[in-house]
């Protein structure tokens, strides 16, 4: 019997590196400040380069979503830094992945959008991998402290 459950809650992991259950839901465990623990490109360690950048993600019920604020220089000292990002989030296929939208400027005119594969969401984990240019994938293990 044990056995058979264990089978059926592995068969619904959502998510390729778990968790397999969590007290939080989807979007309270996404809300929160991230910091990047590893970041990969392919083959190439990055996380030097994040090393003093942060994503904050507030999650909005009615949107499926929220706003996210990347600051790209924790470190800025002066006003010609560039140091903050913002645009909206979502989940899309069956919660499973995520949309980042940023915006390049003020008025909104410019975009970027990432599409993420969700591998992790635990409330102080959560790991995201997306291919670019077609056969380079690109990993994000980011970490949440909870104090």
């Known amino acids: 019997m044990v056995l058979a459950i264990a089978f059926v809650l592995a068969g619904c992991m959502k998510y390729d590196e778990g968790p397999l259950m969590s007290l939080y839901s989807k979007g309270m465990r996404v809300s929160g400040r991230w910091y990047f623990q590893n970041v990969q490109y392919g083959s190439k360690d990055s996380t030097s380069a994040y090393t003093y950048q942060q994503l904050e993600f507030s999650y909005i019920k009615e949107m499926d979503g929220g706003v ?3 600051n790209h220089n924790l470190r800025a000292t002066s006003a010609d830094d560039y140091p903050l990002q913002g645009g909206i989030w979502k989940f899309i296929a ?3 992945s995520l949309q ?11 975009s970027i959008v990432y599409l993420w594969k969700i591998k992790r969401l635990a409330y102080t984990e959560f790991w995201l991998e997306r291919i670019v240019k077609d056969t380079t994938t690109q990993k994000w293990a980011l970490i949440k402290y909870a104090f």
């Open 68 to 70: 996210v604020i990347w």
């Open 94 to 96: 069956d919660r499973d």
């Open 100 to 110: 980042m939208v940023l915006y390049k400027n003020l008025m909104r005119t410019d």
